[in-house]
């Protein structure tokens, strides 16, 4: 059985697991592993335990971080702030319809990764080309939801204080309008929206507790308007070193099928069948009549 410890790499981020591989590490140390995109330093949160059999491969810890590879990052911040700024403004040169909310770079500057908001595709090979003119690396540019750029960003809520998402959330939550019902809430998206502008995330804390009491409620209740989920994120990488930009790997949208799109909900079916029914015996009686 390995010995495996749970690493984040981000604040309020996901905890990975990685194989000790021999190294002498305990909660709270920083070590430098590879993250899904590259080598990164984190911060180990779950103590040294053996488990039977792993989810998913495990990767191994590198090697704890010495003092050089925490300069290293702090550079990196430096370097981060220049390849945003110049990222802006190539984005402004070129006219795209895109927002830039932050720029990652790894612990050897081999990838560098812009994440962007934007209502709707967009071409940026060309945006893609020049930032690795300019950096000589590997680019990736990740489009992330209006959620997850509130994670990243931080802010004041309503209540005053800091943005849940940002100071302790590791995932989201569905959220729906039917929390706020059954909570006795003012139905007013605009009061119950965050800075993201969907629905709180604090509107599922004491849903779950109403949940765990075993009120029951009746089908009127159950109508909800469910929040929209948010875009998958499209990727688009290039290496410099190869001389040749990587085509946009965009993932299909999921398109509706034509037997999908015809399909009518049962009552608007009874209806016409009704209304179809009465203009008949309608025109019957007037035949009759002449």
Not at 259 to 265: D, G, K, N, R, S
Not at 273 to 285: A, D, I, L, T, Y
Request: hydrophobic content about 35%; charged content about 35%; glycine content about 8%.
């Amino acid at each position: 059985m390995p010995e495996v410890i749970g690493i984040r790499f981000k604040p309020c981020g996901k905890i990975y697991d990685f194989e000790v591989n021999g190294e002498e590490v305990n909660k709270g140390d920083f070590v430098v592993a590879e993250s899904e995109f590259g080598i990164s330093i984190g911060n180990v949160i779950i103590e040294r335990h053996t488990i039977d059999v792993p989810e998913r491969e495990l990767k191994k810890v590198i090697r704890r971080a010495t003092e050089e590879d925490l300069l290293q990052k702090q550079e990196n911040s430096k370097f981060e702030v220049e390849a945003k700024d110049y990222c802006l403004e190539r984005i402004m040169a070129r006219g795209l319809t895109m927002k830039l909310v932050s720029t990652e770079a790894t612990l050897d500057r081999k990838r560098i990764i812009f994440f962007f908001t934007s209502e709707k595709r967009i071409d940026f090979r060309e945006l893609v080309k020049d930032l690795a003119a300019r950096f000589k690396t590997r680019i990736e540019m990740r489009q992330i939801g209006v959620r997850d750029e509130a994670k990243m960003l931080g802010g004041i809520g309503i209540c005053g204080k800091g943005l849940c998402c940002s100071k302790f959330l590791t995932f989201f939550e569905p959220i729906s309008i039917k929390m706020a019902k059954k909570q006795e809430l003012i139905l007013n998206t605009g009061k119950l929206s965050g800075l993201c502008g969907r629905l709180m995330c604090c509107l599922g804390y004491e849903y779950d507790e109403i949940l765990s009491e075993g009120i029951t409620f009746t089908e009127e209740d159950s109508v909800s308007i469910t929040e929209e989920t948010e875009e998958l994120e499209t990727i688009v990488a290039s290496d410099d070193s190869a001389g040749e930009t990587n085509e946009p790997e965009t993932q299909p949208t999921p398109q509706k099928s034509k037997q999908e799109m015809e399909t009518v909900p049962k009552q608007e079916q009874k209806e016409g069948f009704r209304n179809f029914v009465g203009r008949r015996r309608r025109r019957r009686k007037r035949s009759h009549k002449k």
